[in-house]
């Protein structure tokens, strides 16, 4: 007895829902206004945007630049550890001066490991003004070997030093 009352309240709704869904159908409608085009990018707006990507790609590479010049520390550094020099030895191997303590380890780096080749007693670093002076003085030897290599090559005669 309750089963058919149930399924008649349910059919009113469904015929509610109906009338409705008939009604909304019946409305005129009203076209939606048509969306405005997006304004086309010119040249100027493609230049404007291009050297704003230039100007802070300049400012990366400067700040870069600024941060390996003035020698700024690394986050996560440590003062208990100090790379006191390094040497390229192969495409991805170095040979590595570390400072721990009151010692110092040589160490070989490659792209896997870290070897401990050596270790001495820590020393004082030269002087950096003595360091260009001797490279100069090196340098010009080398210029003055290879012009001497150079003028043999082509048969040059040189002139005899007074």
């Known amino acids: 007895m309750k089963l058919p009352r149930h399924f008649a309240r349910g059919a009113a ?14 409305l005129p409608t009203v ?28 400012l990366i590479f400067l700040c870069a630049w600024l941060a390996r010049r003035f020698g700024l ?23 590595v001066v570390v400072e721990v303590g009151e010692t110092w380890l040589v160490l070989g780096v490659t792209a896997s490991q870290v070897n401990a080749l050596h270790s001495l007693p820590a020393q004082a670093l030269p002087a950096a003004s003595s360091a260009p002076a001797a490279a100069l003085g090196s340098g010009a030897r080398t210029v003055d070997l290879f012009a001497q290599k150079l003028r043999e090559s082509l048969g040059i005669q040189t002139k005899p030093s007074a």
């Open 31 to 58: 076209p939606a206004p048509a969306a405005e085009a997006a304004p086309a990018v010119g040249a100027s707006g493609l230049l404007q945007a291009g050297l704003g990507m230039v100007l802070v790609l300049g």
């Open 73 to 95: 520390p690394r986050f996560g550094g440590s003062s208990l550890v100090k790379v006191v020099g390094s040497a390229m030895v192969g495409q991805r191997e170095r040979v």
């Open 13 to 26: 709704v469904l015929t509610a829902c109906a009338a409705t869904l008939c009604a909304h159908a019946a």
